[in-house]
């Protein structure tokens, strides 16, 4: 089956046939691929500038972000069967499990053992057929096909800012969202559906259309960073804006950070605890994080959802894993019909 692979070995990125995957576990789902999505983390990982364990394989099937449908099922499988649409997990745990392994939460794995299919340790989904154990996957509801795509980095948010509004010691719902990509989107979208009052602050045009398509849904938009907010969620990747961003959180605020790397600058604790004020840090999801994302999914607005996606042909990976994302942030490879 047609795959796109990553040749660790020889640094490269390639299409290579690879055999189909079958079902080896009573518990385990074997599925059609119909569509990958493409995100910063690709593009990392093809550019070779992230850091790779010693352990790792020599080569990898790249693509986390995933939409399938269930073709076979394994005899202890009775919550799914043939024709679901499923959307799988992405980490998998420790051997042998920690206690957060142990109990299910491998995005808080404790031993940074753990493998993540499409990233490291593991094959991903930039292909035609997967197999998953049914514990790893989430079935979506047909209506939703046309955006379920975007469920990965929609179950991050929800992670996120389920930990920060689970925390906060206010009732005060001003936001600032840093970043209009996918994540950075998907995140004022969930907070306006959550009540609060949301601004996105990114470098694009006022006239950009991913500008208009939050502005329809009542999110501000600016360029110029300002004002004082209770909730800051760092979408942008960018570590001197999150820094300079923590000088706006208003008292007993709260900081989600996503996407930024390391910098240099200067923190000021004593405002930290004066102002009774929180940084938190938050990466992959869990099983609670994906329902969730399924319960918003009634609610956003399908239309701005549909609206962030580009959809690419199979072979037209060399440009969506090198280019970035132009008016549409997420880019999605329809692999199967």
Request: proline share 6%; hydrophobic share 45%.
């Amino acid at each position: 089956m047609r795959s796109v692979v990553l040749d660790i070995e020889h640094r490269r990125l390639e299409s290579r046939d690879v055999a189909e995957p079958a079902i080896a576990d009573p518990g385990e789902v074997l599925f059609r691929v119909h569509e990958v999505g493409v995100c910063g983390t690709d593009r990392e990982l093809v550019a070779f500038r992230m850091r790779r364990p010693p352990n790792d394989v020599p080569f990898l099937i790249i693509g986390h972000e995933a939409l399938g449908q269930v073709v076979e099922v394994g005899p202890g499988v009775d919550s799914l069967r043939r024709g679901d649409w499923v959307v799988p997990m992405i980490r998998r745990a420790c051997v042998p499990p920690c206690r957060s392994c142990q109990r299910g939460r491998t995005d808080l794995c404790l031993t940074y053992r753990y493998t993540e299919r499409g990233i490291f340790g593991a094959d991903g989904y930039f292909t035609e057929f997967a197999v998953d154990s049914v514990r790893d996957l989430v079935r979506i509801p047909e209506r939703f096909v046309p955006f379920a795509v975007l469920m990965e980095p929609l179950s991050v948010v929800e992670k996120a800012l389920g930990r920060a509004i689970a925390i906060r010691q206010t009732d005060e719902n001003s936001a600032l969202v840093l970043g209009l990509g996918p994540v950075g989107m998907l995140s004022a979208l969930v907070l306006a559906q959550r009540g609060y009052q949301v601004q996105v602050y990114s470098l694009e045009p006022e006239d950009h259309p991913r500008v208009a398509s939050l502005r329809a849904q009542g999110i501000g938009y600016t360029r110029s960073l300002g004002g004082t907010w209770d909730l800051i969620v760092e979408a942008a990747g960018a570590a001197d804006l999150a820094l300079a961003s923590l000088k706006l959180l208003a008292p007993a605020g709260i900081f989600v950070a996503l996407g930024a790397r390391k910098t240099e600058g200067p923190i000021s604790f004593i405002d930290l605890i004066v102002g009774n004020q929180t940084i938190i840090g938050s990466v992959n999801s869990n099983r609670e994080s994906f329902e969730a994302a399924v319960r918003d999914l009634e609610n956003l607005p399908g239309e701005a959802l549909s609206a962030m996606i580009r959809r690419f042909a199979f072979d037209d990976y060399p440009r969506t894993l090198t280019d970035h994302a132009g008016i549409e942030p997420k880019f999605v490879h329809v692999i199967g019909s």
